[in-house]
């Protein structure tokens, strides 16, 4: 099970960090992906963190954006910085069982909306 927060609303350049907290799995052995959804668009992949630890960004975010991982307390977070009004969606956290494979499992979501 994978349970996010974190989310909330934030004006145009500030920051928040949600969590993904794993139990029932470790999330050191999964690739963790955070991915978004805004109204009318498609999912797609922000970051992700290899088992390994080697990371991706999404161009839009780079420089703004920071996954990391906690293995002690099996969580894996992303901190957002800079936020801009295109930022708002519902951000999921996902994780795959290989580096290279499907993302198997699903958080529920959190909102994030960032006013101008």
């Known amino acids: 099970q994978l349970v996010e927060s974190g989310g909330g609303l934030v004006q145009t350049g500030g920051s928040l960090r949600l969590s993904c907290a794993a139990s029932?799995?470790?999330?050191?052995?999964?690739?963790m992906g955070w991915f978004r959804q805004a109204p009318g668009k498609e999912r797609e992949l922000v970051a992700h963190?290899?088992?390994?630890?080697?990371?991706y960004y999404a161009d839009s975010v780079k420089g703004r954006f920071t996954i990391s991982r906690d293995n002690a307390k099996n969580t894996v977070y992303l901190q957002m910085n800079g936020l801009e009004p295109e930022d708002t969606a519902v951000y999921y956290c996902a994780a795959s069982a290989s580096d290279t494979g499907p993302y198997d499992y699903w958080g529920q979501g959190t909102q994030v909306t960032v006013s101008s």
């Open positions: 963190i290899s088992s390994g630890g080697s990371t």
């Open positions: 029932g799995r470790f999330v050191r052995n999964y690739r």
